[in-house]
């Protein structure tokens, strides 16, 4: 069985591996900019991203490159949302949100090798949307703890619900049309 939830890249040696791994965080840090500044988290498109490496990637591959684009951001570069990046950042409100990323790309990798691909639309959305609602879960616990749970839950899950649904129709669609692309080659 591949570790990879789809045929799109098959088993690359290390050189390719590397290569994909810098292309995944260069993705991750565009999504980062693709942000509605909210208090205490902002809305990004930083988990559609997170969902897709780790769907096409494969729980491995993809969990790998999400813990690297957050080595970067740790290193002081500017990849994380509005540019934000280092430590002290990482830190804050949105700690629970970054240290889920590599979770999501994991658990929707695996569950995209084991079926929820883009060749059965209706499962990878399902895919999306656990990956999506995992990182709001753990997300929202970290901020409990700063701001206590009612709060988190109003302003660290409550306003990305519909979003999370979208990106995660937007995930499953993409997908679907890698995989159709694939089916007609």
């Known amino acids: 069985m591949s570790n990879r939830a789809l045929p799109v890249i098959g088993h690359p040696a290390l050189p390719q591996q590397a290569a994909l791994v810098v292309l995944g965080t260069l993705i991750l840090a565009l999504s980062s900019y693709i942000a509605i500044p909210l208090a205490p988290v902002p809305i990004t498109m930083q988990t559609l991203a997170v969902t897709l490496i780790g769907a096409i990637y ?11 684009w957050l080595a970067e951001a ?4 500017p ?9 002290p950042y990482m ?3 949105t700690a629970g949100y970054l240290a889920a990323f590599p979770v999501v790309a994991f658990v929707t990798g695996w569950l995209c090798v084991h079926g ?3 060749r059965r639309p209706i499962l990878a959305f399902g895919a999306m949307a656990l990956g999506n609602l995992l990182c709001l879960g753990i997300g929202a616990a970290w901020l409990a703890a700063l701001i206590g749970a009612p ?3 109003a302003s660290g899950v409550t306003p990305f619900l519909l979003g999370a649904g979208i990106k995660s129709a937007m995930g499953a669609a993409i997908l679907w049309g890698i995989a159709a ?3 007609r080659r």
Not at 58 to 68: E, F, Q
Not at 74 to 77: K, L, R
Request: zero cysteines; a positive charge.
């Open 181 to 183: 692309t694939r089916r």
């Open 79 to 87: 990849v994380l949302a509005d540019g934000h990046a280092g430590l």
């Open 116 to 118: 929820a691909h883009g």
């Open 74 to 77: 740790a290193a002081g570069m």
């Open 151 to 153: 709060a988190a839950i």
């Open 91 to 93: 830190m804050g409100p």
């Open 58 to 68: 494969g729980p491995r591959l993809g969990a790998i490159t999400v813990a690297a």
